[in-house]
């Protein structure tokens, strides 16, 4: 059975790093793309980027200079960094895994979201 | 990036009847385009890959068409819990990006 779970902190400052893990069951991540979507009030569903089955990374140029996805591919988790927060980052953070059909690797299933609140 | 516009933002329909949102890109996506289900607290879900794909387990009164810039959802004979707003995809180019949703209310 596929399972991701975000777990992350809640409530951030402005201007700290926001740390979220995704724990995954049912696969094996060196199979599959590990996506990383955010949903805001203001802009909506955003793509964010993925860690490849190989381990590269793409990043939305949006978040590129404050964004980081890694994982550890031993405890099966994956993990979103992004430093300097605003309160427009207020929003829910889902991981998801991509398809591995040889058209698309749009994700296909998900986690339940973190929800993310930045506030002093 | 590309932009995705998607129509209309809200939409009422009845029991049975069959309803088409829309996706429009700003460029050529080549089929790159996937079409999603979200219901209120819930993660989206995929229904619709490469345009015309059908995910599996995704009941076949969901359809999609569509080529270039200009793409659909069809949903047949509409059930309550076809409830939820949509949302399209573009996956051809980084970033990728989503369409701003379409609310699908039934009466």
């Known amino acids: 059975q596929v399972q991701l779970k975000e777990t992350g902190p809640g409530l951030v400052q402005p201007t700290q790093t926001l740390s979220i893990t995704c724990t995954v069951s049912?696969?094996?991540?060196?199979?599959?793309?590990m996506q990383w979507v955010r949903q805001t009030p203001g802009k909506g569903l955003e793509w964010m980027g993925f860690?490849?089955?190989?381990?590269?990374?793409e990043y939305n140029s949006e978040f590129k200079s404050r964004l980081s996805i890694s994982r550890d591919t031993s405890k099966n988790q994956v993990f979103l960094k992004m430093n300097s927060l605003k309160t427009e980052d207020t929003g829910v953070y889902y991981c998801?895994?991509?398809?591995?059909?040889?058209?698309?690797?749009?994700?296909?299933?998900w986690g339940q979201g973190a929800s993310v609140t930045v506030s002093s | 990036d590309i932009q995705m516009t998607q129509s209309p933002a809200s939409l009422s329909a009845s029991l049975g009847e069959t309803v088409s949102i829309e996706c429009l890109a700003s460029?050529?996506?080549?089929?790159?385009l996937a079409w999603y289900q979200q219901k209120p607290g819930k993660s989206p879900q995929l229904l619709i890959y490469?345009?015309?794909s059908l995910q599996d387990g995704v009941p076949s009164r969901f359809s999609g068409s569509g080529s270039g810039t200009q793409y659909s959802l069809k949903i047949n004979s509409l059930e309550s819990e076809d409830a939820a707003t949509y949302f399209c995809?573009?996956?051809?180019?980084?970033?990728?990006?989503f369409g701003g949703g379409t609310k699908l209310e039934l009466k």
């Open positions: 995809l573009q996956d051809s180019e980084y970033p990728w990006t």
């Open positions: 860690i490849r089955s190989g381990g590269s990374t």
């Open positions: 460029e050529d996506i080549y089929n790159n």
């Open positions: 998801a895994r991509g398809l591995t059909t040889r058209v698309s690797y749009v994700m296909d299933a």
């Open positions: 490469y345009a015309s």
């Open positions: 049912g696969f094996s991540l060196t199979s599959y793309y």
